[in-house]
């Protein structure tokens, strides 16, 4: 099936050069572009894309807004956004990721990362890049505290919060595997406990659960 896009950015060459590239995939097609979140949220409302590429600074309302109100907590039929930022906007990105994107590309990344990225957040999978989800979430984690008084992670078993610590410190299922001395598979029946335990979507919201809760530091 064709993964049908929609591209926000307020900069008409990136929104160009992004659908280029996405336009060149077989399995790929851009329904749609437009400047700002408003933009975003309406033509996300009429044309129903599997993800919108979504930047975080624009005019009229930004990204932030117009993914919490596409993919936030309580909307009905969310839609998968996928953030792209610069590296210097990691503030941003974090609080997108509160909002409901299912992950986060900088805008410097090879062609090749962002049409992955589109892949797995249209295959219901959270995109998170190993090398600045530490930096991103545990630079912001001093002011992200527990909304309740509910204990970290009580409905886990020990190995399960083991599990959830090394992914909230951006290893991938390989690495977790590795250093645990287990099997990927093994790790994927782990994580689906966890985000059905916490009753998380992905592993987005499994790092902002395990900072939030302070599970790590």
Do not use: W
């Not at 001093?142 to 399960?160: F, K, M, V, Y």
């Amino acid at each position: 099936m064709t993964i049908r896009v929609l591209v926000c950015d307020d900069q008409a060459l990136i929104r160009m050069g992004f659908a280029t590239i996405i336009d060149a995939q077989p399995d790929l097609e851009v329904v749609g572009e437009c400047g700002d979140g408003r933009a975003a949220i309406d033509l996300a409302g009429r044309l129903r894309p599997d993800v919108v590429v979504m930047d975080v600074r624009m005019p009229v309302l930004d990204g932030i807004e117009a993914t919490r109100q596409l993919a936030g907590a309580g909307v009905a039929d969310p839609v998968k956004v996928l953030v792209v930022t610069t590296f210097n906007l990691d503030e941003y990105v974090y609080e997108a990721l509160r909002a409901g994107a299912s992950g986060f590309l900088l805008k410097d990344a090879p062609p090749a990362q962002l049409l992955h990225g589109i892949r797995t957040v249209a295959s219901g999978a959270a995109l998170l890049a190993p090398e600045v989800t530490r930096q991103l979430v545990g630079r912001y984690a001093a002011r992200i505290r527990p909304a309740d008084s509910a204990p970290p992670g009580g409905a886990l078993t020990p190995r399960e919060l083991e599990v959830l610590r090394l992914i909230a410190n951006g290893l991938s299922n390989s690495e977790i595997a590795a250093t645990l001395v287990i099997s990927q598979e093994t790790v994927k029946t782990y994580v689906s406990r966890i985000l059905t335990k916490l009753d998380l979507r992905d592993r987005v919201q499994a790092v902002v659960y395990a900072y939030r809760r302070g599970l790590v530091t």
